[in-house]
């Protein structure tokens, strides 16, 4: 026999969380559409009226997987967003070793099941599940180790920078702990023959991570994208130049943070500019003495934090959706 108990019941979501599922009227000025399958329609027509350069989308895609054994539905998937009737459901996550913590797969399942409940509600769209990796992550504390029962596995290694640019190298001890740790039957056998095909035979942490999450969902048509680009940034640069520039984002993230805090709790540190500039051995704040010119040739150099990269998502995807975790939502 089932039986159900409300989110608000397991006291182990936030008020805020509570009150975003039972669509609350206070969260009405921060929310376009709350997430009802019914709003979807709504949704699309909003993001129709976005313009989005569909062309170098898709041809980015191919190029960044090109070296995959893609799957025939993520092919697909690929073609499809070139046209302007599909729409994307996106989520994402550090590129954490051997996938991190688990929510990392539920995000991705989730992301997963949405676009099949789309495609049964709205079946003259078509919806893509999209894995944003976060290469671009400078935090390698936070994707260097995973728990498994009690045990730290970690990858040592002293690189700065970017994450997704990192070798590989002295990884494959933290493969040999892994597989001490998982010991021997069947399964764990297969996982380790995926890790090391994944993390022994790339180059970098952005393509083993690719590789690793195509392996596990390719078959129900993932399609993984990496910001790192330069023809994707330069979809971005208006929004680099008022933020760099002008400083044109922080008054109306401030007061929209202010105004959140009347409430909940504010989950992200307003900043004057809200961009990196990268190298590969570095990632830090963008502090002065950045030009119009340098913006408009090297858009490349410039990764933004956490408050805009959901505008940079927004940007170069026909995106109707976002799936993350209660603190993502928040900012």
């Known amino acids: 026999m089932n039986h159900s108990i409300s989110y608000n019941e397991t006291k182990y979501f936030s008020k805020f969380i509570i009150d975003y599922l039972d669509s609350d009227c206070k969260l ?7 997430p009802k399958i019914e709003n979807f329609s709504k949704q699309i027509l909003d993001k129709n009226k976005h313009q989005v350069d569909r062309v170098i989308l ?23 967003l070139a046209l ?15 996938t ?57 290694t002293n690189q700065e920078g970017p994450v997704g640019r990192m070798h590989l190298e002295g990884i494959k001890s933290a493969i040999l702990d892994l597989k001490l740790a998982i010991g021997s039957h069947k399964n764990s056998e297969k996982l380790i023959s995926l890790f090391e095909s994944a993390y022994l035979e790339h180059s970098n942490l952005s393509d083993a991570t690719r590789y690793l999450i195509n392996n596990l969902f390719g078959r129900y048509g993932i399609v993984i994208i990496d910001p790192d680009n330069k023809y994707l940034k330069k979809q971005f640069v208006s929004q680099m130049k008022t933020d ?6 922080v008054d109306p993230i401030k007061k929209c943070s202010k105004d959140f805090s009347n409430h909940y709790k504010v989950q992200a540190f307003v900043r004057d500019t809200n961009f990196f ?11 002065g003495g950045i030009s119009e010119e340098m913006i408009d040739g090297h858009p490349e150099m410039f990764s933004p934090n956490v408050l805009l990269r959901p505008l940079y998502q927004e940007v170069i995807l026909p995106n109707i959706a976002y799936i993350g975790g209660s603190s993502e939502i928040a900012y």
């Open 28 to 34: 009405n000025p921060f929310v376009s559409h709350f």
């Open 58 to 80: 898709s041809n980015v895609l191919k190029s960044q997987n090109k070296h995959l054994k893609l799957s025939d539905s993520s092919n697909k998937n690929i073609d499809l």
């Open 84 to 98: 302007d009737t599909t729409f994307t459901v996106t989520t994402g996550h550090q590129i954490c070793l051997f």
């Open 100 to 156: 991190g913590p688990l929510y990392f797969i539920y995000k991705i399942i989730s992301t997963i099941n949405l676009c099949e409940q789309l495609t049964l509600k709205y079946s003259e769209y078509n919806f893509v599940p999209i894995f944003w990796m976060a290469t671009e992550d400078h935090d390698l504390e936070e994707v260097s180790h995973i728990n498994f029962f009690g045990k730290n596995i970690r990858w040592d």
């Open 244 to 249: 760099i520039l002008r400083n044109g984002f």
């Open 277 to 287: 500039k990268l190298s590969d051995n570095e990632r830090v704040l963008v502090s």
